[in-house]
């Protein structure tokens, strides 16, 4: 197995990571717009945390709310931080995988002179 190639199989695998990370990000987000839409139907007067309302009370649909919230918080910020990383680790094979190419290229074209030369 040549290095260009393990270089465009990681690559690819970055790619697929990256597209991942991706539905992490939206299911986070629709977790997220989920929890708030509960919250907000099923209390009167929800307190307020920043941009997420709460409203804790013994009946399961305040911690439903909050649980939906809260995972989608979590499941968005994840997704944003791996598909940035995804994205420069492929950017760095991508880097690596260009230069081997141009130095296959050179390579080559040394090789050819010196025929070309004979003939």
Same mark, same amino acid.
């Given at each position: 197995?040549?290095?260009?190639? !393990?270089?465009?199989?990681?690559?690819?695998?970055?790619?697929?990571?990256?597209?991942?990370? !991706?539905?992490?990000?939206?299911?986070?987000?629709?977790?997220?717009?989920?929890?708030?839409?509960? /919250?907000?139907?099923?209390?009167?007067?929800?307190?307020?945390?920043?941009?997420?309302? !709460?409203?804790? /009370?013994?009946?399961?649909?305040?911690?439903?709310?909050?649980?939906? /919230?809260?995972?989608?918080? /979590?499941?968005?910020?994840?997704?944003?931080?791996?598909?940035?990383? !995804?994205?420069?680790?492929?950017?760095?094979?991508?880097?690596?995988?260009?230069?081997?190419?141009?130095?296959?290229?050179?390579?080559?074209?040394?090789?050819?002179?010196?025929?070309?030369?004979?003939?």
């Amino acid at each position: 197995m040549l290095f260009s190639e !393990y270089l465009h199989e990681k690559a690819e695998e970055s790619r697929h990571n990256e597209t991942v990370s !991706y539905q992490l990000i939206t299911i986070g987000a629709i977790l997220f717009v989920g929890g708030l839409l509960e /919250t907000v139907i099923t209390t009167q007067n929800p307190e307020w945390f920043l941009i997420i309302p !709460y409203h804790l /009370t013994p009946h399961p649909y305040s911690l439903l709310g909050l649980s939906l /919230t809260a995972t989608g918080i /979590t499941l968005f910020i994840i997704g944003v931080i791996l598909s940035v990383h !995804y994205a420069r680790e492929r950017g760095w094979y991508m880097q690596q995988l260009h230069k081997s190419h141009s130095l296959e290229e050179q390579k080559v074209r040394t090789e050819k002179k010196p025929q070309n030369r004979q003939k």
